[in-house]
């Protein structure tokens, strides 16, 4: 029976969320699988993998063929690694603790990339909500001198009729004392 390790979508549409797992070549693709390796979500960043790799790993030496998206991810997730050094300790070309040892260095190195981007993405996303702060800032910063701009106009059109009134009230008075 060909076995092949591949992914089999679920979550709803648009919304991808994938089971990774060791299933007959035959069957159909959201069909009957043999295990359950892990989880895939493409949905976040970076992408959420969660893998049983000596599972994996399992089935690797039982000959089954990943899928290229499936071999990408245990790639990732270093089975591929483990895998190729269990090879070299079936041939004796080194021990089993030293390819344990190399497969340790390899994760905690792994692991420092995706530290580092988690982190840079962290940056990045404070820069841009500082940045449009920023920029709502000076909108209101605008907004307001426009606001006292415009009302030190109505002030001083409200001192210039007030200005106009005494002028007009002024000349009538005279007008009427002139009259008596």
């Known amino acids: 029976m060909p076995v092949k390790i591949r992914l089999q979508r679920h979550g709803k549409?648009?919304?991808?969320?994938?089971?990774?797992?060791?299933?007959?070549?035959?069957?159909?693709?959201?069909?009957?699988?043999?295990?359950?390796?892990?989880?895939?979500?493409?949905?976040?960043?970076p992408a959420s993998i969660d893998l049983d790799v000596d599972g994996a790993v399992k089935w690797l030496q039982n000959g089954a063929q990943p899928t290229d998206t499936a071999k990408a991810i245990l790639s990732y997730k270093g089975a591929l690694l483990k895998n190729h050094l269990a090879g070299g300790v079936k041939k004796g070309a080194l021990t089993e603790e030293q390819a344990e040892e190399k497969y340790q260095a390899w994760l905690s190195e792994k692991e420092g990339?995706?530290?580092?981007?988690?982190?840079?993405?962290?940056?990045?996303?404070?820069a841009a909500k500082a940045k449009a702060l920023e920029a709502e800032k000076e909108v209101n910063a605008k907004r307001e001198a426009a606001a006292k701009a415009e009302e030190a106009e109505a002030t001083a059109e409200?001192?210039?009729?007030?200005?106009?009134?005494?002028?007009e009230a002024e000349v009538?008075?005279?007008?009427?004392?002139?009259?008596?």
Do not use: C, H, M, Q
């Not at 797992?21 to 693709?29: F, N, P």
């Not at 009538?172 to 008596?180: D, G, H």
């Open 13 to 45: 549409k648009g919304k991808p969320f994938y089971w990774i797992v060791a299933a007959d070549a035959r069957s159909k693709r959201d069909g009957r699988f043999l295990e359950k390796l892990g989880t895939y979500n493409p949905n976040v960043n």
């Open 172 to 180: 009538t008075e005279k007008a009427s004392n002139e009259e008596e």
């Open 158 to 167: 409200a001192e210039e009729a007030a200005t106009e009134e005494t002028a």
């Open 113 to 126: 990339s995706v530290d580092a981007k988690k982190e840079a993405l962290a940056k990045a996303e404070a």
